[in-house]
Every structure is written in C-alpha cells, then in structure tokens.
C-alpha cells in the first residue's frame, strides 16, 4: 500500500512515542507489505486510503516488459504492465509506468507473472505505488487501522476508497499513532524493531475529523495536541466551540533547564494543548485572546536551584539570592558559607554545604528555614556540636553526615529526633584511595539540564583517584557495591532505588571544567539523589 514515504511528524513532546514505519506495504518507494522493498524503511507508512485517494489511476496486472533492458542495475524502472483490471481512471491494455523497487525483485514479479496493484499518481514519470498481492506474507494498512492480509480485502478496501462519497482533502494528510501489536507477525513488525508504536499516514477525511475530536478528549495531553492538529486541517466552525474550551486545558508540562545560566535551574511549566487550540482557532481566522501557555514569565521567578561553589566566584553578595521568590535549594562548596544570609530564605528545602569549611556555629542560622528538608554536611569539618543543633528543625527529614561526626553524636540525634534520617557518606570506602574531590557546576554533569525531571535533588561531584590506585579501583567498587544492590552498567555502577543516583566510572579529566589530572589517574563522578 503505499508509498514509503514520508517526513516526521509533529515536533510537540511525546510526539516521538508514536514511529510509524508502517506500510511499506508500499508503492511507490516501496512495495506492498508482503515483500516491503525499496529505499531503507520510512519514518511513516502511508495507508491504503491515502495512496488510493492521491492516485487517478489504479489498475491490477502483471509485468511483461522493461523498456530499458540496459537499466537492469537502477532501482526505479519503466515497465510496461499488462491490465488485467483497471479500479480506476481509463482502461489501458498496457500501461507504461515507473516502480521503484530493487531490480532482482522487480525481475522476479515479471518471471512469476505476480499479480500488482498499481497505484499512479498524476504526472507521466511519477513513482507508482505497488503491492505485491501474489506475496504469501501480504499485509496492508487500511486508515481505520485494518489490517489485511488477503488479495481479495485489499482489491475491495481499494474499490472502496475509490468510490468514497466525499474524497480526501487534496494532498493532504494526517499521520495517527498505532499500537505496534497491530502488526505484530506480519513482516511490517520487522521495521519497527523496539519501538512501541507507529504513525501511520491518512487522507484528510472526515474519518480524520471524528479521529480528531475523540482525541481531544483524552486524557493524555500529547494526544489532545494531536486531535487538535487534526482539526486544524478542516477549519470548521462545528470545531470552534471544542477548541476555545481548550484553551483553557490544565494540561501543564514542568522543564527545567540550566540552559544559558551560570549557576542556576529554572522551573518553569508550559501548556502545549492551550497553544496548539489558539494556533489552530488563528489559522481559522477565529479571533480570541492570547491563551497563558507559560509560568512563570518572570526569569527571577523561574530560579529554583542556585550553587555558589566559591563565595567571590559567583556570589559576591550572597543577599542576592533574595531576589528569587522561589528558591527551594542552594548549593555551596569550595569555601565557607554564610548562612546567616539564609536565614530569610523561607522557600528553600535543600542546602548543602558538602566539601565547605563551615563550622559548628554556623548551624544555628539555619533555625530560621521553615521548610528545610535536606541539609548535606559530608566533607565538612561538622561535630557532633553541630549535629544536635538540628533537633530543632522540625521540618528537617535528612542530613548527610562528614567523618567528624561520631556513631555516639549520631545516636543522640535519632534519640532527639527519630523521624530524621541521618545518613554517613555511601563511598567513605574510597578514602584509602586519597580521593581528591571536585566540585563542579551541575550543569556539567548534566549536559545543560533541559528536562521534564527536577534536578536540583541531585548532587554530583567528582573524585580524582590517584594512578598508583587505578589497577584496584574496578575490584574495589565491585566487592563494595555490588552487595549493596547497585547495578553495573556500561557507565559505572547505579545505585539502587531505595539510595538513588549512580557511580560513574569512564569520566575523562577533559569532560570536567578546570580538573587537573596526571596522566593514569582515574576520575569517578558520584551522583546522589539528595530529596
């Protein structure tokens, strides 16, 4: 059915969730579905429909010449067929036409006489469409996702087409998502290899506008884009009413990107469905108001992580970070921290001070942050003093611990507060290693963060291994690890569910901003999910 062809589909996300590598069934770049053959396998499959609908002339028959015996090699041949049964245009004895297809298999349609449906588009040189209906694995897709695989259901669903009431928008068409079980055994389910569904190509019907409003009333926000691309083929008035209520969809998609800023993530939510319906209702000439579609507008009001890994490299006035209302978690590292600054900061739920000089005395300002959940003090000169001060931050659930804290003032703390979880350093193993820790901007651990996923509750650092260590660190990350329930990648090691984050082993110093390394040394990256 149908010729090969065709481009992606819609750039909205989630889109990519349907593949349509479906018919090649094929004509024209391609060959019916029993015997798929031609150019490599298409993003699309064009239905039966739609490749009946765009082609005047549709005829049944059998190869009895090339034109050009010399073009034996070429992919694309003029052949002439002999009409057995003409479902469309005039009735030609023999009709010269192109096919496409590769040359030993056009060679074997004429030494077997198979019996081709033929489907030529307008114009004297154009590839036709062809299906093989002598193949014995013969598979077709109809626009109402039928699968056929019988000579007889294809010549019929094709006289069917042909005598629709009311034809197909010319040229255009509509690629749907299908199930990949639709095909499943037939030898189209070869071409979709893992992907878990397909598009398929389909004229612009009134099949397609029904197709259309069923889906903007599903629940998914992806598929709603995709009913409301459809309708906007039609521009009918009957849809108007359906597409200014979806402009008010509460379809919201959370990103967070660290594009472009230094030392930040925002968090920012778009609703793709509300601009879809007001690019649709405009391009029907339907006037209405701008739709919000984006929160928040303001860049201050986006900023949710902020890291200050040096005080005079990035924050010469920390008090800056007043500016953003939304803060929920603040990094600092390679210095010391003021966190008497903090003290006003009444959004923030993480603040790490891993690898920072801050001392006991500090802790105390944190008494001030309502909604504190997470205080990370690995690699800090922290003592059991410190620790208990945290007994009064009701709404603290975990703090990560340095190697000056004793199993003693732990101990106290649960028995002060047995609802917090008080966690010592997972890779402490490392230290007879002499790691050497550097702390990098999350950006560079996470390709300039754009993601449906928060980040921010992620801490990365790097650990630079001596050489003289390299030989007995694969063995040592194994016997540690392994027990504990990680996982051993291509990557490294990811760590179980219940700890999160991951182990990094092939790290190169030249990935990492600034990192010196001697020649030998190996670099780990430690990923923890902090909240």
């Not at 749907?176 to 979709?192: C, E, R, Y």
Request: net charge neutral; hydrophobic share 40%; with cysteine.
């Amino acid at each position: 059915m149908l010729c090969m062809a065709c481009s992606r589909f819609l750039t909205i996300p989630s889109a990519l969730k349907f593949l349509l590598s479906f018919l090649a069934m094929c004509f024209v770049s391609g060959v019916a579905l029993g015997q798929m053959v031609g150019p490599p396998p298409p993003t699309h499959i064009v239905t039966l429909d739609l490749t009946i609908a765009n082609s005047p002339t549709v005829v049944v028959g059998t190869i009895t010449l090339f034109v050009d015996p010399t073009m034996s090699g070429a992919l694309s041949r003029e052949v002439v067929i002999r009409v057995q049964d003409t479902l469309n245009g005039p009735h030609i004895r023999d009709l010269r036409v192109w096919l496409q297809a590769p040359s030993d298999v056009m060679a074997g349609w004429k030494k077997n006489a198979d019996r081709l449906l033929i489907a030529k588009p307008a114009g004297s040189n154009a590839i036709c469409s062809v299906i093989d209906l002598s193949a014995e694995n013969l598979a077709v897709m109809t626009a109402d996702l039928k699968l056929l695989r019988r000579p007889d259901e294809v010549l019929a669903a094709a006289r069917a087409e042909i005598h629709r009431v009311q034809p197909p928008a010319a040229g255009k068409r509509f690629s749907i998502p299908m199930p990949v079980a639709k095909i499943a055994g037939t030898p189209l389910a070869a071409q979709v290899a893992k992907r878990s569904a397909l598009l398929i190509d389909v004229p612009s019907d009134s099949r397609l506008e029904n197709w259309g409003r069923s889906e903007t009333l599903s629940s998914d926000p992806s598929t709603r884009i995709l009913g409301i691309q459809a309708l906007g083929i039609f521009a009918s008035d009957r849809d108007v009413p359906l597409l200014k209520r979806l402009l008010e969809d509460p379809g919201w998609q959370d990103s967070y990107s660290g594009f472009n800023e230094r030392n930040k993530v925002l968090h920012t939510r778009t609703n793709y469905v509300r601009r879809e319906a007001f690019t649709a209702l405009k391009s029907m000439k339907v006037s209405v108001p701008e739709p919000v579609s984006f929160l928040p507008p303001n860049h201050d009001d986006q900023v949710e992580y902020v890291e200050a890994l040096s005080t005079d490299l990035v924050y010469p006035n920390i008090s800056d970070l007043y500016r953003y209302p939304h803060l929920q978690s603040i990094r600092f590292a390679n210095g010391s921290a003021n966190l008497l600054v903090l003290n006003r900061l009444e959004t923030l739920k993480a603040v790490s001070l891993d690898n920072t000089g801050t001392p006991d005395i500090q802790l105390q300002f944190l008494s001030q942050l309502p909604a504190l959940e997470y205080l990370g003090l690995d690699d800090t000169p922290i003592t059991d003093t410190g620790l208990l001060e945290l007994a009064n931050l009701k709404s603290l659930k975990t703090v990560d611990v340095g190697s000056h804290v004793t199993d003693e003032g732990i101990q106290k703390l649960r028995r002060m507060r047995p609802d917090l979880l008080v966690r010592r350093d997972l890779y402490a193993f490392l230290e007879p290693f002499h790691p050497r820790r550097v702390d990098q901007p999350l950006q560079v651990f996470t390709e300039n963060i754009i993601s449906s996923e928060d980040p921010t509750g992620t801490r990365s650092y790097a650990l630079v291994i001596p050489k003289e260590y390299a030989d007995k660190l694969d063995e040592t990350l194994k016997k540690e690890l392994l027990p504990r329930g990680y996982n051993h990648q291509y990557f490294g090691f990811e760590a179980p569910r219940s700890i999160g984050g991951a182990v990094y082993t092939e790290f190169k110093p030249e990935w990492l901003a600034g990192v010196l390394a001697d020649p030998g040394d190996r670099i780990l990256v430690i990923s923890k999910r902090v909240y």
